[in-house]
């Protein structure tokens, strides 16, 4: 029995072997080889600082520090590869399963990925071979945008037999946000929840609860079913959104009691405003990049703010106590502010602005430039001072140091009524009359250009 003894135990030192000499099996020869395949498939320079083979548990290959891009706009930890062995010797090469880590892809990336998938007309002859992946995992990956990331997240992906996605999922680490992708004939049916999840991009809004479903294609999806509550409201819609040519977005919401002095300051640096928000916004946005996409956006809608306060100017005082230069600080309580907004290229224009609050009310019209600039006129009236009276105000200063400061009609009206009617009464009945001619004067003119 000793040549029984001898063979087992030159098996079981072939299978050590077997299971040992993988992880010293360098296959860094290939590494120029590979790089310059792939980087003529993507026209990008590709860096790869290792490739291994193992045989256990399923035979392998394990590529570590790849670097895409001239920034390195994607780097990737490890990948490990796991082949159909009897696929290599056929036209397509089968890959069962791609498990990718520490994956980190920057928006620059994110904005080529199209010209990367494009099928290859003129193939160059370092061109890879015919490629078949069965499914792809992500564990810890990134998305890192200008001046935010998204993640980290573990994502899967199921091909099918022509490369196009079965389903996928896809759960940020925290659990906050979870999507799952499922196919439906030729399109996808996406159901997407999130719990304390802040947006990544754009205003980092904190929604306490996402709900989002839709359909999808390779270009575009519509979301046709969006609900959330934030700061106290809620918000429901529909949304549409294209990558096929650029970035394209489009919908509307419908907003219910959202507190908005949050809300305010993060559109807008330096707006100080509270209050319960309801508004029916419709909103537009095309970027040839997603960086582009939020200073694209433009949005019209009504709006109504129910028991709030303006900070940082004062209308009943700048209203009653007529300075040349000018008045600034203070705040303005009110029971209702509502008017009609367009925001567009980063500016914000308010019209059809009405004030009520006890003794103030005010109408009228502002603009917030990009640049942060107010300008604009509003007509204040004071019940409590007298004979009421329209105080026509114009705006300017910027957002966070607003300035409030009379017409020059306003002034000169004013003046003359202290004089002739004394102060109080005189200047109240004066500023109306001087307002008032102004405001004539004014209407006149347009009408003149008009013509």
């Keep these: ?248 977005l489009d919908g509307n919401l419908d907003v219910s009691r959202l507190e908005l002095q949050q809300v305010a300051s993060m559109l807008s640096s330096g707006a100080r405003v509270s209050g319960k928000l309801s508004a029916k916004p419709v909103f537009s946005a095309s970027a040839v990049s997603a960086d582009q996409l939020i200073d694209a956006l433009r949005l019209d809608t009504s709006f109504d703010v129910q028991n709030g306060t303006l900070h940082g100017v004062d209308i009943q005082k700048a209203a009653t106590h007529l300075i040349r230069q000018g008045t600034t600080g203070g705040e303005t309580h009110f029971e209702q502010l509502s008017g009609h907004l367009v925001m567009d290229h980063g500016g914000y224009r308010f019209t059809q602005l009405k004030i009520a609050s006890g003794a103030l009310s005010a109408d009228g019209n502002v603009s917030i430039s990009a640049k942060k600039e107010l300008s604009g006129r509003i007509s204040a009236q004071v019940k409590a001072a007298g004979p009421s009276a329209n105080v026509p105000l114009n705006v300017a200063g910027t957002v966070d140091a607003p300035l409030l400061y009379p017409t020059g009609g306003t002034m000169a009206g004013a003046a003359a009524g202290t004089v002739i009617l004394g102060p109080g009464f005189g200047t109240s009945v004066g500023a109306k009359v001087g307002g008032w001619a102004e405001g004539l004067f004014e209407k006149k003119e347009e009408k003149k250009q008009k013509k």
């Design 1 to 248: 029995m000793k040549w029984l003894k001898r063979i087992l135990i030159a098996l079981a030192a072939l299978l050590v072997i077997a299971v040992v000499l993988p992880f010293f099996i360098s296959l860094d020869d290939y590494i120029p080889r590979v790089e310059a395949a792939v980087s003529a498939r993507l026209k990008e320079p590709v860096s790869i600082r290792s490739i291994r083979f193992a045989a256990l548990p399923s035979p392998h290959f394990t590529v570590e520090g790849i670097t895409v891009g001239k920034a390195d706009d994607i780097k990737v930890g490890k990948a490990m590869l796991t082949p159909d062995l009897v696929s290599l010797l056929r036209t397509t090469t089968v890959i069962r399963s791609i498990e990718i880590d520490s994956l980190v892809l920057t928006r620059k990336a994110i904005d080529r990925i199209p010209a990367w998938t494009k099928p290859d007309a003129a193939k160059s002859p370092q061109a890879l071979p015919q490629v078949r992946v069965e499914s792809i995992r992500f564990n810890n990956a990134v998305v890192r945008f200008d001046k935010a990331d998204f993640g980290p997240f573990d994502a899967r992906v199921r091909l099918d037999s022509k490369g196009e996605p079965e389903d996928a999922s896809i759960a940020t680490r925290d659990g906050k946000l979870k999507a799952l992708i499922k196919p439906d004939k030729s399109k996808y049916l996406i159901d997407a929840s999130a719990r304390s999840w802040t947006l990544p991009i754009g205003p980092a809004l904190v929604f306490d609860e996402l709900n989002i479903k839709g359909v999808a294609t390779l270009g575009d999806a519509e979301l046709g079913e969006v609900s959330a509550k934030l700061y106290g409201g809620t918000a429901t819609g529909k949304a549409a959104i294209s990558w096929r040519k650029g970035l394209q």
